[in-house]
């Protein structure tokens, strides 16, 4: 069993940054690939970013690429979303998930956790 608790979100300006973290809980967090993801209100969840067990290797959505960054700890258990250039597109409900898999990160049927969400909330 794998708890991971998101912090982080709030309200930015369009332009700004935020720094999203994902806390996991246990041993065995190098044996999970990690990701984001969100959700916009009256919208589907949808794919962000994820990253390998060993942060070699890093994915992300058209959408986010060249504005955000996906980045592990294995020593302290985390994962963490750099957002810069916020847009007000990019408000939405973030959640980190967890998954055994280390293939098709992209797709929310991957991850076998999922955190309680945090809201990210973008003003024009």
């Known amino acids: 069993q794998v708890q991971l608790v998101e912090s982080g979100g709030g309200l930015v300006q369009a332009g700004g940054s935020l720094r999203l973290s994902c806390a996991a809980s246990g041993r065995t967090f190098t044996s999970y690939a990690m990701g984001w993801f969100r959700q916009p209100p009256g919208k589907e969840r949808e794919f962000v970013a994820a990253t390998g067990r060993s942060a070699g290797k890093t994915y992300y959505a058209d959408s986010v690429k060249g504005r955000f960054t996906i980045s592990r700890d294995n020593a302290k258990n985390t994962v963490y979303l750099q957002m810069n250039s916020l847009k007000p597109e990019d408000a939405a409900v973030y959640y980190c998930?967890?998954?055994?898999?280390?293939?098709?990160?992209?797709?929310?049927?991957?991850?076998?956790?999922w955190g309680q969400g945090t809201q990210v909330t973008v003003s024009s």
């Open positions: 998930a967890a998954s055994r898999l280390i293939a098709s990160l992209m797709a929310p049927g991957a991850y076998d956790y």
